[in-house]
């Protein structure tokens, strides 16, 4: 499970547990449930969930997904989360183009 050491860092940010399910203590067994609940929602059809990782040093710095709550009413919700040293260099912009390209030839099958 290479995301691990992302959830740890991600559960120590004053912001990410705020705004998604990384939980605000972290255990040692506390990243595997996450990471583990992230790819049950892939298999049920909830949405797709993608790590993000920089370019440059392939290090691993936040999260995104494409949430499908919403596809009866033909919307899907992107959402995403970035740890400190990915902030502010245009990591996000990039991140949700990439997803909302990859999901609209999708809708339209």
């Known amino acids: 499970m290479s995301g691990l050491p992302l959830v740890r860092e991600a559960s120590l940010d004053p912001f990410i547990p705020l705004i998604t399910t990384v939980p605000s203590r972290y255990s040692d067994a506390a990243p595997e449930a996450l990471v ?4 049950d929602g892939a298999a049920t059809g909830a949405g797709y969930p993608f790590a993000i990782v920089r370019s440059r040093d392939r ?3 936040g999260a995104i997904g494409l949430w499908l709550r919403e596809l009866p009413e033909g919307r899907a919700s992107p959402g995403h989360s970035l740890t400190a040293p990915a902030r502010g260099q245009n990591v996000a912009r990039a991140v949700l183009r990439t997803v909302t ?3 609209a030839p999708r809708r339209a099958r």
Do not use: C, H, S
């Not at 583990?36 to 790819?39: D, K, L």
């Open 59 to 61: 290090r691993p710095v």
């Open 101 to 103: 390209g990859w999901a």
């Open 36 to 39: 583990r609940g992230q790819w």
